[in-house]
């Protein structure tokens, strides 16, 4: 797998400001065998226009499924499931439309990939990204973490994984039951809970926008009332990979017991 195709999966919401940015950092990677997915999930602007001006990307357009579903999360999740049917790639990265690569990016990936045969999959450092005055770079992250919590992971523009992988999680990606989670949370839980796959990149690949409008900060504030059942379904999706994989259940810590206690009083 020396030159191996790379799919760039692109998931896009209502982003036509962004989309130019996010589109010609993938078209100028330095590695060049890749194919360019981006699907617009029903936008209200030109998101989908501003793509289709470039070439060698694919283009795609799909309604956005009828739903009960207030937030846009498990859309997400849909839509990149919708791109990675319509790629071809041994490799497959995750981009959301408002971020952007470094130009070493998928090279990068790569390599490492070909380094690491086992290994299925592999997250990036982010620079986190206001504008391009303000800018930094984010390390608080560990590879190995706490018994029974969750991994601190980077966000899903940093996610790369092989196909094989991707196939082999569908459908807890798209799983409709838990709404609230995202997908880089979903793959990060499932790495390295389920798969003792969980590794990060000591390199920083991926511009991850700050956007003050979006919804994490809009509608997910810290210990507000959809962060709390947010948490809740974490720890019962947990729960559900456990008794899925390995025949016992998510440990019923502190950190379970608390956020049950809130979600029971908010509600």
Known sequence: ??????????????????????LKSCLNQSYKNIEIIFVDDGSKDKSFETASKFNDIK????????????????????TYCYAFNKSKGKIVTLLDSDDFYKKEKIKNIVDYFNKNKTSQIIFDKPIIFYDKNKHFLFNNFKNKNRKGLWPRFPPTSCISLKRKMFNAVYKEIKLKKFPLLTIDFRLAVISHLIMKDFTILKKHLTFYFQDVKGESNSNFKKFGKNWWSRRMQAHNYMNYLQNKYKNKS??????????????????
């Open 1 to 22: 797998m020396k030159n191996p195709l790379v799919s760039i999966l692109i998931a896009s919401y209502n982003k036509e400001k962004y989309v130019d940015r996010c």
């Open 59 to 78: 283009v795609f357009k799909k309604k956005r499924i009828k739903s009960k579903i207030k937030f846009n999360t498990y859309f997400q999740c849909e």
């Open 250 to 267: 998510h440990q019923k810590n502190f950190d379970y017991l608390i956020t049950k206690l809130f979600n029971k009083v908010l509600n």
